[in-house]
């Protein structure tokens, strides 16, 4: 723990303190009881996944603190401006924000399962909505895993005129995009092909697979102007934007299908293949402010931030989901982005040029060369 701790804590933000004492994180804090061993108790729980009552029992017998299960609760709610700063400032560090127009935020919708530890631990599912590039969580509701109404869809979020929502291919339903437009809101969303129908603009079918095999170079950017019907046969007009993904992309993204295929023993179809060789999606952007280069760029930094919440849902199902109040539910959501991108960062550094693999104290503020 003598060692660890240190070498852990250069991997935050150098101002990670003046963040704390900009929030009220350190409100009420006793004199005796630092800010670091604060932020180690709360990495015990978000972290290591204890529940509440563990994790208070290990802090007093790590000398950490000496409180209760139901006062550390309180500080978990007044650290979640805290945990959302360190996850902004860890952001920044990858560069999401530095490209990004000045004055409009997305909400990116996103949802994951969460399992309790145990053998009869529940499980639970997830959904919530970041803004970006403020990663501002602006939305999350628990639902079970099983059962109507408890899948990956729109009809889930708070869904308001105007919104500008990117999601991914899991919510490529056309009834979540007729429910989002019926909002007078707006869509940039992965393109399921299995999933969704898709018309041309005169109302006849469009044959996804012909059109995005026209385009066979590296980096070319198309868009076509489509109609999504719903059942009742209304329909959302929209685009159709794809970028052509490098050699090496593609041969990546075949390589995990086939790898998939195998365990799951299924036949790969050949239009799956293809379909690999591109990133393809659906928007309802107005056409007249974002052209289909700037929809894909968009959609870049969303999966700049998916990349992250991969590795958090990796990590989210060790913990146990505060269920009793909105702002414990946000802290628990930040404190695990945060161990997320703690995590991404040591590897990024340990694979780097260092071989000590960890940054020095006085070098905390460069940048690791990759």
Not at 86 to 113: H, N, P, W
Not at 221 to 227: H, Q, T
Not at 270 to 297: C, G, H, R
Not at 335 to 352: H, P, R, W, Y
Request: aromatic share 10%; net charge positive; glycine share 6%.
């Amino acid at each position: 723990m003598k060692e660890d701790w240190p070498i852990l804590l250069s991997f935050f933000p150098v101002n990670w303190f003046e963040m704390a004492s900009a929030t009220d994180a350190l409100k009420g804090l006793r004199k005796d009881k630092d800010a670091e061993n604060y932020l180690r108790t709360l990495l015990l729980h978000v972290g290591c996944g204890y529940s509440m009552r563990e994790t208070v029992a290990r802090a007093k017998l790590a000398d950490l603190a000496d409180i209760s299960d139901v006062a550390f609760l309180g500080r978990l709610r007044k650290a979640k401006d805290w945990l959302h700063r360190l996850c902004v400032s860890l952001f920044e560090e990858r560069g999401v924000t530095s490209s990004m127009a000045k004055g409009f935020e997305a909400r990116l919708f996103d949802a994951t399962i969460v399992k309790e530890p145990g053998q009869t631990g529940s499980q639970w599912r997830i959904h919530y909505s970041v803004k970006i590039p403020s990663l501002a969580c602006d939305f999350f509701k628990i639902t079970m895993t099983k059962g109507s109404g408890t899948g990956e869809s729109f009809f889930q979020y708070s869904i308001k005129k105007g919104d500008y929502i990117i999601a991914d291919r899991g919510y490529s339903k056309a009834s979540g995009i007729h429910h989002v437009a019926s909002r007078s809101a707006y869509v940039i969303v992965r393109v399921n092909s299995g999933a969704l129908p898709i018309l041309d603009s005169q109302g006849r079918p469009f044959f996804l697979l012909k059109n995005v095999t026209t385009v066979e170079k590296p980096g070319t950017v198309r868009s076509w102007e489509v109609l999504i019907p719903n059942r009742n046969q209304e329909t959302v007009a929209g685009r159709i934007c794809l970028i052509r993904k490098s050699n090496e992309a593609i041969k990546l993204a075949h390589k995990q299908i086939m790898r998939n295929g195998q365990k799951k023993g299924q036949k790969i179809k050949p239009e799956t293949l293809e379909y690999a060789k591109y990133v393809i999606v659906f928007t309802n952007y107005p056409q007249d402010s974002f052209t289909a280069t700037e929809i894909l760029e968009w959609y870049r930094v969303r999966w700049q931030v998916e990349l992250v919440f991969k590795r958090f849902k990796s990590i989210a199902q060790l913990g146990h989901l505060p269920k009793h109040s909105d702002d414990s539910a946000k802290a628990w959501l930040y404190g695990k982005l945060l161990v997320a991108l703690l995590t991404e960062k040591i590897i990024e550094c340990a694979s780097s040029v260092s071989p000590w693999g960890y940054v020095l104290a006085e070098r905390a503020v460069s940048k690791c060369m990759a």
